[in-house]
């Protein structure tokens, strides 16, 4: 027989035995609808991302390297790639034998249907076409450089791409000398006079477009078919440099300045992980939304201007602003649990069914103890009715005690009691009759 001090541990084992019978199929259960669905969770974002750029002593790289200093307050690392410009940007991003992911690229430059695979994340910023040229007059139109020597810029430059497109629209051709300089170099040999006109595109803030505005004997172009050519190509847009906009003291630009300007753009492959998309046009806004020359505040990044189909999650983003989660906690915690969201649907599947088995699952094994008893108790009492009185007492004496034995080490929760003193009961009805 057990102690006095060793019932209730025995009783209280035997109650988290019953409870493990009970739940431990449920946790099972459970646990295997979560190991299924663990299978749809996205893998974690990757910890290092490569960006293409541009030259050095261009925007692209400057931005490049702002959004590498804000990434890295989320512990990502954004290396940057240091290209000839957008034509050598969308060639890395084409080519997915390279690690470039993401890409600023130039409006304009993109052909969604040879380049397959691309999306958009957002605008960025206007990025104005730039003519200038050599004299002491400001020339109107495109079609006054003909028999010029003209730089249309470097091999794989978005400048490039823009001025032989524009050159081809006032069937400037074969009518000019080219010149393959681009960004400072052309500017260079612009103010040394080694050829007389230039295309750039480039931010207002490019050290070579200030230094050629303030330069002697060199004019900018004010493009005075500026709406027309919109219209043709729509990815163009049309804004004004006014008068002393750059420089007020120096009253750089000298006059208003009518400009086309493409918009830079973020590309990126489409597997690049979602949650890098959020993280990093958090980051082109905190860089961009402020606005500048030509841009108002708010008004980047955007969802317009864009040569490539934007992407799903950006235009939520864009639209709607960053996630609930993302807004209150740091990147890769919100991170977690917005990809292990999706257990919560195994968990609200199974455990609704689950909180309404168990309670008469429970209910139904703690009767079957008190009902298993009634059985033997009421055989026994059958089997002492059908013999001879006096005959096997000693054998229906140790059945009843050991009836009497396991109702009296069965542990019940209160709700039950009632069941269970009434069996005692009945135990003593039949020993009386025993």
């Known amino acids: 027989m057990n102690s006095a001090n060793d019932k209730p541990k025995t009783r209280g084992k035997r109650s988290v035995r019953d409870m493990a019978m009970v739940g431990g199929p449920a946790l099972l259960v459970l646990i295997a609808g979560f190991w299924i ?12 991302i490569t960006i293409a750029s541009g030259g050095k002593g261009g925007a692209y790289y400057a931005f490049a390297g702002h959004y590498r200093e804000l990434l890295a307050k989320a512990k ?80 794989g430059s978005g400048a490039r791409a823009v001025a032989v497109q524009l050159l081809a629209d006032n069937d400037l051709g074969g009518k000019i000398t080219r010149s393959p300089l681009g960004g400072s170099e052309a500017a260079q040999a612009l103010i040394d006079g080694q050829i007389d006109a230039a295309f750039f595109v480039a931010s207002p803030e490019a050290k070579f477009v200030r230094r050629l505005l303030a330069a002697d004997g060199i004019q900018i172009m004010s493009f005075e078919r500026a ?12 804004v004004k440099l006014p008068m002393g906009a750059i420089d007020l003291a120096r009253n750089l630009p000298r006059n208003d300045v009518v400009l086309l300007a493409p918009t830079a753009a973020l590309v990126a492959r489409d597997d690049l992980h979602p949650a890098l998309i959020e993280l990093l046009l958090r980051s082109a806004g905190e860089v961009h939304q402020d606005g500048g020359l030509f841009e108002n505040p708010g008004e980047f990044p955007s969802a317009k201007h864009l040569d490539f189909p934007i992407n799903d999650d950006a235009k939520r983003y864009l639209e709607s602003g960053p996630s609930f989660l993302q807004k ?23 455990l609704i069914p689950l909180f309404r088995i168990l309670p008469p699952t429970y209910r139904w094994r703690m009767q079957s103890k008190i009902i298993r008893c009634y059985r033997d108790l009421s055989e026994l009492e059958q089997d002492m009715l059908e013999r001879d009185e006096g005959s096997d007492l000693a054998r229906f004496m140790a059945e009843l005690e050991r009836i009497e034995d396991v109702v009296s080490n069965m542990h019940m929760p209160p709700g039950y009691l009632n069941a269970l003193y009434a069996l005692r009961l009945h135990i003593d009805v039949v020993r009386a009759k025993l």
């Open 328 to 350: 209150f906690l740091p990147f890769w915690i919100a991170n977690f649990l917005d990809r292990t969201k999706v257990m919560l649907l195994p968990l609200i599947t199974l």
């Open 76 to 155: 990502v690392d954004l290396v940057v790639r240091e290209t000839s410009g957008s034509i050598d940007n969308l060639r890395l991003l084409k080519n997915r034998s390279n690690d470039v992911q993401i890409a600023l690229v130039q409006g304009g430059t993109g052909n969604p249907s040879a380049m397959p695979g691309l999306m958009s994340l957002a605008s960025l910023y206007y990025e104005p076409v730039w003519v200038f040229h050599r004299g002491p007059r400001s020339i109107m139109r495109l079609t006054e450089l003909q028999g010029l020597r003209v730089a249309v810029g470097a091999e």
């Open 227 to 238: 709406t027309a050519y919109s219209k043709h190509h729509l990815y163009m847009s049309t």
């Open 37 to 48: 669905a663990f299978q749809f969770v996205e893998p974690a974002p990757p910890k290092s």
